[in-house]
Nanobody, 117 residues
């Protein structure tokens, strides 16, 4: 069984930064793709960023240039560095992992990010 545990969320002022972490119970080497999603109140869950086993990254247009996804295989941890945060970034952020491109994903429980003055 795969377990994903997010941490690092919190309250931050607009323009501030946060780094989210996702600790996995397996080696990141085992996953084809990992990513971050978010869900704001009244909205559908949306993709934020993904990273493949080959380190290819993909970002939503709304966060491109501000967020960076990365991984530390030695620590079995996925990261999301968020800079220049905006109120519209407020959401619950979820870690996601797949063994194969079209397989069912594993999800963490989420961590709340609130951007407000």
């Amino acid at each position: 069984q795969v377990q994903l545990v997010e941490s690092g969320g919190g309250l931050v002022q607009p323009g501030g930064s946060l780094t989210l972490s996702c600790a996995a119970s397996r080696r990141l080497f085992d996953f084809n793709t990992m990513g971050w999603y978010r869900q704001a109140p009244g909205k559908e869950r949306e993709l934020v960023a993904t990273i493949s086993s080959g380190a290819t990254t993909n970002y939503a247009d709304s966060v491109k240039g501000r967020f960076t996804i990365s991984r530390d295989n030695a620590k079995n941890t996925l990261f999301l560095r968020m800079n220049s945060l905006k109120p519209e970034d407020t959401a619950v952020y979820y870690c996601n992992a797949r063994f194969l491109r079209f397989s069912d994903p594993y999800w963490g429980q989420g961590t709340q990010v609130t951007v407000s003055s």
